[in-house]
């Protein structure tokens, strides 16, 4: 803590005793130690992030291929589908001219 001393002149200016203002310093700083990031830390976390980011982008690449794949399947079974509905309609036609 940096300013500890600091800290611990403002406890006493309140009254309370050298040795409870410095026992305060030292709960504070044994709180605030456990909750430190370190510079390990961050780079520990960026390299998880970046390879988490690779990973998110190879994903999304693999979805888009696949829902690529998947529309042009649903695209040829249209066309398939239409063209019968056609030759169909077609053939029905020709059928009642004949009739006629």
Do not use: C, P
Not at 11 to 28: N, P
Request: aromatic share 4%; glycine share 6%.
């Amino acid at each position: 803590m940096n300013n500890a001393l600091k800290y611990v002149k403002i406890l006493e200016g309140t009254g309370i005793t050298r040795e409870q203002a410095e026992a305060h310093v030292q709960i504070i700083s044994e709180i605030l130690e456990g909750d430190l990031v370190t510079k390990q830390d961050l780079l520990n976390s960026e390299t998880s992030l970046k390879t988490d980011f690779v990973r998110l982008e190879a994903n999304l690449y693999n979805s888009g291929q696949q829902l690529e794949h998947k529309m042009l399947q649903m695209e040829y079974r249209m066309t398939i589908k239409l063209g019968s509905i056609v030759t169909v309609g077609i053939a029905a036609m020709t059928a009642v001219f004949k009739l006629l």
